[in-house]
């Protein structure tokens, strides 16, 4: 690691979408947990958010610069 700009924006994300799921969880409340299917279920989609937003951030630190990120992520999106 080193300190730069491309690891403080990887911060940020991470620490922005960790608050955004907090403010959700408080939002949603205490429910009882699903079972079944919908426990299945809700466990795959969440498997699905979470590697794709970890892949992705390494998008930020893989590039040189922001820019460069930002030209990837355009990359993957086929833009």
Same mark, same amino acid.
């Given at each position: 690691h080193e300190v730069s700009w491309r690891y403080? @924006? %990887?911060g940020?994300?991470?620490g922005i979408w960790i608050a955004m799921w907090q403010a959700f969880? &408080?939002?949603r409340g205490e429910?009882?947990?699903p079972t079944g %299917?919908? &426990?299945i279920l809700i @466990?795959?989609?969440s498997w699905f958010f979470t590697m794709n937003f970890v892949l992705l951030s390494f998008a930020i630190t893989k590039?040189?610069?922001l820019v460069e990120a930002l030209g @990837?992520?355009?990359a993957m999106v086929g833009m």
């Amino acid at each position: 690691h080193e300190v730069s700009w491309r690891y403080l @924006a %990887w911060g940020a994300y991470h620490g922005i979408w960790i608050a955004m799921w907090q403010a959700f969880r &408080r939002a949603r409340g205490e429910r009882a947990v699903p079972t079944g %299917w919908k &426990r299945i279920l809700i @466990a795959a989609v969440s498997w699905f958010f979470t590697m794709n937003f970890v892949l992705l951030s390494f998008a930020i630190t893989k590039e040189r610069t922001l820019v460069e990120a930002l030209g @990837a992520y355009r990359a993957m999106v086929g833009m």
